[in-house]
């Protein structure tokens, strides 16, 4: 199996910019779709993000469109979320994941990270 762990989290001021990464070690990283969600206190876990097999297809939820870039080298065996322009609401632990392909990467991802916390002050 395929361990995820995230790493880049921290305290930002509201405009701020974070970078996040997720390094994977053991099965194969460049055939796994990988994904960034976040939750929230009291919320469910939301999508935020997913990337292909290869970065050549990525995909954003509306609430993160135009601030937040996703990316990957398989070299490196790791996927990284560019945060910018950083609201109060982005506040959450943040998740990354793996899946065989972008759907579902999105719905049923097969392996999780242990998270990292983003925290944006006002």
Do not use: H
């Not at 793996?98 to 925290?119: C, D, K, N």
Request: hydrophobic content about 35%.
């Amino acid at each position: 199996q395929v361990q995820l762990v995230e790493s880049g989290g921290g305290l930002v001021q509201a405009g701020g910019s974070l970078r996040l990464s997720c390094e994977a070690s053991g099965g194969t990283f460049s055939r796994y779709a990988m994904g960034w969600f976040r939750q929230a206190p009291g919320k469910e876990r939301e999508f935020a993000a997913s990337i292909n097999w290869n970065g050549a297809s990525t995909y954003y939820a509306d609430s993160v469109k135009g601030r937040f870039t996703i990316s990957r080298d398989n070299a490196k065996n790791t996927v990284y979320l560019q945060m910018n322009s950083l609201k109060p609401e982005d506040t959450a632990v943040y998740y990354c994941a793996a899946g065989v392909s972008t759907m579902f990467v999105r719905t049923t991802p097969f392996q999780w990270g242990q998270g990292t916390q983003v925290t944006v002050s006002s």
